[in-house]
């Protein structure tokens, strides 16, 4: 099904290198971590629209309560989870993917 | 000029545009690649303004004002469900789906599975999954009709939803995922575009004063302070414990379903790399977010200036709000001409919103039903090229008018909510099997077809159980009382059934490739061995 039909031992002598471990642990130490992490924190804001009415509708300015606030900082956190993760990606994920897919489709010819 | 002849010459000149475009791409259209993945060479910045079009549904611009406008701060939480579920994508899904998979949600699935009964589940879950979200824009498109053409009559709406569906097949069977990807920017753009305005026109009456806005759709809403904070629609007195666990569950659903949509899921083919997969998530997100902010001063713009009575009369779901809002908000500043022109401009955005989305759905389904039943099960695999795509141009038709009856068979439901729905069908089906597929090396054929299935019945029997479906004024069937279900939305039950059933067969069963999984990870990360883009 595959176009470029590799060995597969060849993946998993890959696989077995440090360069690919550290490629993986770099993407998931990032990631999984980071989902948690806003997974957690919109969920707190969920449940606290669920069973903390009270507290969301403390005014903060004018007519703009603690749920609106709340609401308008998932946007923000999004944006920025959104913002560092190319950053993380550009600086730590790319150049080491590229270089492996490199050597791997050289090797290949 | 009355604004239904004006509305619909808008609306006419955008189709006529899309379906040149359509015809256009189609001319390109030569292998399998182009007609389900656009010859992955669109730039991140055209899939991105895509991923929007596709996204951004009538349940967004329609669904999402109405019920800010009709419940004050509980649509907000749609908007947010909507956005930070595309971190899910961003981070876990987009990338490594783009590596290791071709056409399909299934390619990922089944990659190193036994493929049939792997691929027979995924494709079952995405056409199932797909209808759901088509009968939302349909309803939306019915809804529109009788204010924008003053169309009220049954037959009549019935008619416009057979209108809207036999453009979508033209656009799907003619334009492929190229003509459909273009049908999408155009459509993103003009979305924006009209709701920005809008958004410009409402906070300028206010002189730019938030709270001032806020004040009058509170006051204008009759609940006082209560419309700005939570718990009118969700969670309320009334409802009890279960609304409030309701409420979570409808919050589950929405951040983890879009990374098991599948029409959003084969946007990430449209591009040349992961790279650009990538950064065409970034773009959607940026899109899709700044659309949210609007929409929030749309849906309390229309409480303070069309008021929840005039909503609820012309709409008792309240999908009409955002363009009775554009009515009225050229009248005040325009006066009755004005007015017109600014409801037929957002009227015919909204026709064309809920045109593009069901084609990208219709494609979606269509592409799984050739690529993953037809040509792998069916076939297994013995088909060339040409015979699949004609049977993913066919099942398109048969799609198509399946979308229409059942269209017309459900008007009275908000379209937000139905399109909470399929997130949630989407959040069980598929994606616990995407991750465990991607993350999880002991996963196997019995864990994915578990999953997969588990997930999808579980959520589908909760909804029919609903009071969505019997018991209640609002339900869909009002003679009835079968619902045993206290919830309206099932995923808080039926997103972890998915995850936990795809774990105990997976344990059950001791088969696993090890060797796949490797070849899997080392593609998916580096990108070794990915589908190329075509060079023509």
Redesign the interface.
């Known amino acids: 099904?595959?176009?470029?039909q590799?060995d597969?031992?060849v993946?998993?002598q890959?696989?077995a290198t440090d360069r690919?471990q550290e490629?993986?642990r770099r993407?998931r130490s990032w990631?999984f971590p980071?989902?948690v992490a806003?997974?957690v924190w919109?969920?707190l804001?969920?449940?606290l629209?669920?069973?903390a009415?009270d507290f969301?509708?403390i005014?903060v300015?004018?007519?703009?309560?603690v749920?609106?606030i709340f609401?308008l900082l998932?946007?923000v956190s999004?944006?920025y989870?959104?913002?560092a993760?190319?950053r993380h990606?550009a600086a730590k994920l790319?150049p080491l993917?590229d270089e492996?897919?490199g050597e791997?489709?050289k090797a290949d010819r | 000029m009355s604004h239904t002849t004006l509305a619909t010459v808008l609306f006419l000149l955008f189709v006529i545009g899309t379906l040149a475009i359509t015809f256009w791409a189609s001319r390109q259209n030569k292998t399998a690649a182009d007609y389900y993945a656009g010859g992955r060479a669109f730039s991140a910045a055209q899939n991105g303004l895509a991923i929007g079009g596709d996204y951004m549904s009538a349940a967004s611009f329609l669904g999402i004002a109405g019920l800010i406008a009709l419940y004050g701060?509980d649509g907000?939480?749609y908007?947010?469900?909507f956005?930070?579920a595309?971190?899910?994508a961003?981070?876990?899904v987009a990338e490594l789906m783009r590596n290791s998979g071709?056409y399909t949600m299934a390619d990922v699935l089944a990659f190193r599975m036994s493929?049939r009964p792997v691929r027979t589940a995924a494709g079952v879950s995405t056409i199932v999954v797909s209808i759901f979200y088509l009968l939302a824009q349909m309803v939306g498109a019915g809804a529109l009709v009788g204010l924008l053409l003053g169309i009220t009559s049954d037959s009549g709406k019935a008619l416009t939803i057979v209108g809207v569906g036999i453009l979508m097949i033209v656009y799907v069977v003619v334009g492929g995922m190229k003509g459909t990807t273009w049908v999408q920017i155009v459509k993103a753009v003009l979305l924006m575009g009209g709701a920005t305005l809008v958004t410009l026109l409402v906070l300028g009456k206010y002189g730019f004063n938030?709270?001032?806005l806020?004040?009058e759709a509170?006051a204008q809403s009759g609940k006082g302070?209560?419309f700005?904070?939570?718990?009118l629609r969700?969670?309320t007195e009334a409802q009890g414990i279960w609304g409030?666990?309701d409420?979570?569950s409808l919050?589950?659903a929405l951040?983890l379903g879009t990374a098991g949509l599948p029409h959003i899921l084969i946007r990430f083919y449209t591009v040349p790399t992961a790279?650009d997969a990538?950064?065409s998530?970034?773009w959607g997100?940026?899109i899709i977010?700044t659309f949210?902010?609007l929409t929030l001063v749309l849906g309390f713009g229309a409480a303070a200036m069309v008021g929840s009575e005039a909503i609820r009369a012309e709409n008792a779901a309240g999908n009409t709000a955002a363009p009775q809002l554009a009515l009225a908000i050229g009248e005040a500043i325009f006066g009755d001409v004005g007015g017109t022109i600014l409801l037929a401009i957002i009227a015919a955005v909204a026709f064309a919103t809920i045109l593009a989305v069901v084609a990208g759905l219709t494609l979606a389904s269509s592409s799984s039903f050739a690529h993953d039943l037809y040509a792998h099960v069916f076939k297994r695999?013995n088909v060339t090229e040409k015979q699949e795509i004609l049977v993913a141009r066919v099942s398109a038709f048969v799609i198509g008018a399946v979308a229409i009856g059942l269209g017309i068979l459900a008007q009275a439901q908000n379209v937000a909510f139905l399109v909470a729905l399929a997130f949630a069908i989407a959040a069980s089906g598929n994606l616990p099997a995407i991750l465990y597929s991607l993350f999880w090396k002991r996963f196997n054929t019995a864990g994915a077809v578990a999953s997969i299935y588990g997930g999808l019945v579980s959520a589908l029997v909760l909804v029919i159980f609903s009071p969505v479906v019997s018991g209640r004024p609002t339900s869909l069937i009002k003679d009835m009382d079968f619902h045993w279900f206290p919830m309206e939305n099932p995923g808080l039950f039926s997103i972890p059934i998915g995850f936990l059933c795809g774990y105990i067969a997976t344990r059950m069963s001791k088969e696993y490739n090890?060797?796949?999984y490797?070849?899997m990870?080392?593609?998916s990360?580096?990108?070794?061995?990915a589908?190329k883009a075509s060079t023509h």
């Open positions: 099904m595959t176009t470029e590799h597969s031992s993946y998993e890959i696989r690919f490629l993986r993407y990631a980071m989902t806003f997974l919109y969920l804001y969920v449940v629209s669920a069973f009415r969301m509708a005014k300015l004018g007519n703009i309560n749920a609106l609401g998932q946007f999004t944006f989870i959104s913002w993760y190319s990606s790319d993917a492996l897919r791997i489709e | 701060y907000f939480l908007s947010i469900g956005l930070v595309w971190l899910v961003l981070l876990l071709k493929p938030v709270s001032g806020l004040g509170a302070a209560a700005l904070e939570p718990n969700y969670a409030k666990f409420l979570i919050g589950l951040v790279k990538r950064k998530v970034l997100i940026g977010g949210y902010l695999g090890e060797s796949k490797a070849e990870e080392v593609r990360l580096t990108g070794v061995g589908e």
